[in-house]
């Protein structure tokens, strides 16, 4: 069975509970209740965003953060290419150079020209750049799209 094949499943048994995926792209199926990566360099604290997506009905253990601007360089990017265990990347300020980017001119670009990855969403108007009320303003938008 292709690798493909595998990530075509319908369902799989993890810790108890039935994960049902749905089709993204023509290639590739995420979980439903996948994780939602917010990344980027902010003054923002992890409980903050937590606590925005809570209070939009969303289960804050699904929220995974990476707020650090050297963390996020060092971020392996290529490690959300066909993973199922992640729907959407909010993306705030992160360097060009980092992991992952392959011949892109950043991972931003590799992600969102790539066949595989989660859904990439900017965050900041003109510029990158993390505020709770864009974070509260894109996952209202997120729940209103019924992609997450």
């Not at 929220?63 to 650090?68: A, G, N, T, V, Y």
């Not at 959407?88 to 066949?115: Q, R």
Request: with cysteine; glycine share 6%; charged share 30%.
């Amino acid at each position: 069975m292709s690798g493909k094949d595998i990530n075509r499943s319908i369902a799989i048994r993890d810790s108890n509970t039935w994960f049902s995926s749905r089709k993204i792209d023509d290639e590739f199926e995420r979980y439903n209740n996948a994780k939602i990566l917010v990344i980027g360099a902010t003054s923002l604290k992890e409980k903050d965003i937590k606590g925005i997506a809570s209070s939009l009905g969303f289960n804050k253990n699904r929220i995974e953060c990476c707020l650090d601007y050297n963390d996020a360089k060092n971020y392996n990017y290529r490690n959300l290419q066909y993973n199922p265990n992640y729907s959407v990347v909010m993306v705030g300020a992160i360097p060009h150079s980092s992991k992952g980017k392959g011949n892109s001119s950043s991972a931003i670009t590799e992600m969102e020209h790539k066949p595989g990855y989660p859904k990439v969403i900017r965050l900041g108007k003109n510029q990158l750049k993390i505020t709770k009320s864009d974070i509260r303003t894109k996952f209202e938008a997120l729940k209103v799209e019924k992609w997450i």
